[in-house]
Nanobody, 120 residues
Framework: QVRLVESGGGLVQAGASLRLSCTASGRSSAVGWFRQTPGKEREFLAAIRWADDSPYYGNSAKGRFTISRDNAKNTVSLQMNSLKPEDTAVYYC????????????????WGQGTRVTVSS
């Protein structure tokens, strides 16, 4: 019964920045960001719990991406800097229990995704 809506994707050139937002309706313990490219498995990027402010990052996101939350607005954002063509994908936010943040199967609810295209 959790509804998630992503926004902020688009077409940018290499080296640019984008800020993705996820608005959540309903209760969950944590929100994570994933991305997927055709022919590749879904990749974990970052996650954060509503109850604390301790972000957790996957290897692809470390150093360039930053996750943050606003409990009052029920939103979770992903700031992406120094984008590369390899970052081209559909980006999804998901809500789950928060027990295992990097595990896609720990998330029961998913948004429809927002597309990010990085040209060189």
């Amino acid at each position: 019964q959790v509804r998630l809506v992503e926004s902020g994707g688009g077409l940018v050139q290499a080296g640019a920045s984008l800020r993705l937002s996820c608005t959540a309706s309903g209760r969950s313990s944590a929100v994570g960001w994933f991305r997927q490219t055709p022919g590749k498995e879904r990749e974990f990027l970052a996650a954060i719990r509503w109850a604390d402010d301790s972000p957790y990052y996957g290897n692809s996101a470390k150093g360039r991406f930053t996750i943050s939350r606003d409990n009052a607005k029920n939103t979770v954002s992903l700031q992406m800097n120094s984008l590369k063509p390899e970052d081209t994908a559909v980006y999804y936010c998901a809500a789950g229990s928060g027990s295992t943040l990097a595990n896609q199967y720990d998330y029961a609810y998913w948004g429809q995704g927002t597309r990010v295209t990085v040209s060189s």
